[in-house]
């Protein structure tokens, strides 16, 4: 049996002046099938006999079992066995699948008004880089029912702080809050599911939710088309935002995204409403629930200890504490984009929240403290060596404090000069130093370089040419200066 392409073939070869037997040499045919395909004017294709299958016998038992039960293939199957079929599962599977095709299921469309209500959720796409290490990519959509604007925002986080402050910047994005939220059985929303009994929502969303002004609205579980609308707005974004977007860093995903909000997402042509989410919306945000005057505070709060380093851990990042507060209880307050840290009331540490991994965070100021009292340490060990060096030290330490002279850098130094000269040598220059009333390091320090100067004493004279002495030539002095007469006359 030929192709309809071979048979093209067959009739284009006649066409051009070759002969049933030259055609069956050029397409490497049986010449007889070539002389009957030229007669025939019309492409047509064999009908095959159906091929005999051990299951024939069975198939109108099989056909009445299923409409008097729904059984499945696997007791058909069992069935058939006990009524002599020798076969294998399989072709009872593939016949019961045949001729009971699986049954589409059937959903009501739902309708919203304006400012009805929101749906959101979370979706996820691969990692990105953060920092020096990867995150899991997760991105929230909340998109209003009606109009179907939509807004996105990038995480690498899926707690509740993020889940929490998502809601807010998209309520901020909106300009207003719908009546409900629709959500899925996610534990940031829906606690427990309980059949015949309401949900028990998470006490932080729903004081969220209170605060804010909205109802929550969850899905029964497995039914997830009763968020249909944000479910295509997740693969919305996955198709025409994110496949083949090239995201070198986090810091840049969420201003592309907003780009993308504006030029493609909610001015395009919606394919159910026909209508651009931009233009829609003009009509609902006028029915939204205004913002709210406050903020909520959407941080994750947890107790915390600060370590012998004046460190606490959040996600295996270290970030310090004022030194002062080392192995005190504290108040960590976690939001998505910075962390606070709480001594009861007070606020005493600061930072951005990193999503790096292992790194450590120190605010130039919190070590201060330690500094300090290490100095004071310091400096007083320095003051009790000086003290020993003599039994006027005291006094002489009272003399610099009064003429208000930095003491702590005249002891250093004078304590240096003892480990250089000696303490005896130092004692004694200390109390020389008195008797000159001379106060300071640098007057111990003259003295103790003049007392250890080397002076070579001076020899004895020896004339080794005792005529450059005796015979010296001396010219006699002109005395005629004096004979002139230098006396002034008299006025």
């Not at 990692?127 to 997760?138: E, K």
């Amino acid at each position: 049996m030929i192709d309809y392409e071979l048979f093209c073939k067959i009739k284009s070869l006649k066409n051009q002046g070759l002969s049933g037997a030259q055609i069956a040499g050029e397409l490497d045919l049986d010449p007889r099938t070539v002389y009957r395909w030229l007669e025939v004017k019309q492409f047509y294709k064999r009908k095959s006999s159906p091929r005999k299958s051990k299951l024939d016998p069975f198939k109108d038992d099989i056909c009445r079992m299923l409409e008097t039960h729904p059984l499945s293939a696997t007791q058909v199957y069992q069935r058939v066995n006990e009524m002599g079929f020798d076969g294998s599962y399989t072709i009872v599977k593939e016949y019961v699948r045949a001729i009971r095709p699986r049954r589409t299921p059937a959903f009501l469309k739902l309708s919203f008004a304006p400012g009805e209500c929101a749906q959101v959720d979370w979706g996820s796409f691969g990692s990105i880089n953060a920092g020096g290490t990867h995150r899991r990519l997760s991105f929230f959509v909340m998109v209003l029912c009606y109009s179907r604007m939509m807004y996105v925002e990038f995480t690498v986080s899926q707690t509740m702080e993020h889940f929490l402050a998502c809601h807010q910047n998209s309520f901020n994005f909106f300009g207003g809050i719908p009546g409900k939220i629709m959500v899925d059985n996610l534990k940031s929303a829906v606690l427990k599911r309980i059949v015949g009994k309401a949900p028990v929502f998470n006490p932080k969303y729903l004081d969220f939710a209170n605060h804010s002004g909205f109802t929550i609205a969850p899905c029964n579980p497995r039914k997830g088309n009763e968020k249909g609308r944000v479910e295509n707005g997740v693969g919305y974004v996955k198709k025409n935002f994110l496949t083949g977007l090239d995201i070198p860093d986090f810091c840049a995903i969420n201003t592309a995204a907003r780009n993308w909000l504006e030029s493609i997402a909610n001015i395009r042509i919606h394919g159910e409403t026909k209508k651009k989410p931009i233009e829609l919306f003009q009509e609902e945000k006028t029915q939204l629930h205004p913002l709210p005057p406050h903020p909520y505070d959407s941080a994750n709060i947890t107790r915390v200890k600060a370590s012998s380093q004046f460190r606490i851990t959040l996600e295996t990042n270290r970030y310090s504490v004022p030194a002062e507060y080392a192995g005190a209880n504290l108040t960590l307050k976690a939001y998505p984009e910075r962390i606070c840290i709480y001594s009861g009331e007070k606020l005493i540490a600061r930072h951005n929240r990193s999503y790096d991994r292992n790194r450590d965070f120190e605010d130039p100021d919190h070590p201060k403290e330690l500094l300090a009292q290490r100095k004071k340490a310091k400096n007083r060990k320095i003051l009790m060596r000086f003290l020993t060096l003599s039994p006027k030290a005291s006094d002489y330490y009272r003399e610099l404090e009064s003429r208000r002279m930095n003491v702590g850098h005249h002891l250093r130094q004078i304590v240096a000069l003892s480990e250089i000269y000696g303490t005896d040598d130092v004692a004694r220059a200390i109390e020389d130093a008195f008797t000159f009333h001379a106060f300071s390091c640098e007057y111990i320090a003259n003295i103790l370089e003049q007392r250890n100067r080397i002076i070579p004493e001076p020899g004895a004279l020896h004339l080794t040419r005792s005529e450059d002495l005796l015979n010296l030539t001396i010219e006699q002095p002109d005395l005629s200066i004096y004979n002139t007469n230098t006396r002034k006359e008299p006025l």
